[in-house]
């Protein structure tokens, strides 16, 4: 179905430190550093950050996304292992089991064969000197065109993040607010501002928040509620926003949206 080494030209995946993980010299301190909620990586940043979180040019990355193939599955009474596999490496994700939600609902299992692609939510541990990915949300990959958006995200994400880390050298003011970390989710230059989203953007937030759906809130719908208040384009240029910011997140596709921190 994919050849997975399609998507290798020019060699970004191959080169460790163009992650801006812990072997490159760019990355900040311990203190001070930059943070995110989520962000997209590839498995060989993974494999290659240090005992604490990924890092990418500075900046801490607390939930990870990874498309990814399904090359094992171990299902054990407590807990699954799979082991998954994309164009940079191989590792073992871990999905403990809810054994009161299975018993209520058997849709709490990950419904996910060997071979199958896969998009995993979950942070990176070190267990016994080896990486691994204690994942909390998989999601069977449908349509072929989402393991190449991935590998895009990938990459814009990385450039992104490698020019906030060169603005915020150039930028840094030592009377200001520097001693703050230089992050989306805190509002250095906006007073009024709620975990770096201003009101307008709050708008859009809260309404993808207090969606219960686990599809999350549509496009549309959102739309509809907030058309009297602002313009289609900068509706569409606030979700744009926080996709990148790691606020929401996509989830059944590109019109339905979920909070970060509904997880």
Not at 34 to 50: D, E, F, K, M, N
Not at 62 to 78: D, G, H, K, L
Not at 166 to 181: D, H
Not at 182 to 200: E, H, K, Q
Request: aromatic share 8%.
């Amino acid at each position: 179905m994919w050849n997975d080494q399609s998507v290798v030209g020019g060699g970004f995946f191959n080169s460790t430190n163009q992650f801006g993980n812990a072997n490159t010299p760019n990355q900040a301190q311990k203190t001070g550093r930059r943070t995110s909620r989520t962000a997209p990586i590839v498995i060989r940043q993974a494999l290659h950050s240090g005992d604490g979180d990924i890092t990418i040019w500075g900046t801490e990355i607390m939930i990870v996304s990874i498309v990814a193939r399904v090359r094992n599955v171990r299902i054990q009474s407590t807990k699954i292992t799979y082991t998954i596999q994309d164009i940079t490496g191989r590792m073992r994700a871990v999905f403990w089991l809810d054994q009161e939600a299975m018993e209520e609902d058997d849709k709490s299992t990950p419904k996910v064969q060997v071979n199958d692609y896969i998009q995993i939510y979950g942070n990176v541990k070190t267990n016994k000197g080896k990486k691994v990915l204690m994942a909390f949300k998989i999601m069977p990959v449908t349509d072929v065109n989402a393991i190449t958006f991935h590998y895009l995200q990938c990459i814009n994400n990385k450039l992104k993040m490698e020019a906030d880390s060169k603005k915020e050298k150039v930028n840094i003011n030592p009377t200001s607010s520097a001693t703050l970390p230089a992050n989306s989710m805190v509002g250095m230059n906006d007073n009024t501002s709620i975990n770096g989203l201003n009101p307008r953007q709050m708008m859009v937030f809260n309404l993808i928040r207090a969606s219960t759906l686990e599809q999350g809130i549509s496009k549309q719908d959102m739309y509809a509620t907030l058309k009297d208040r602002m313009s289609q384009m900068e509706f569409e240029n606030i979700l744009e926003w926080m996709c990148g910011e790691g606020h929401i997140y996509s989830t059944i596709d590109e019109e339905h949206f979920r909070a970060t921190d509904a997880f």
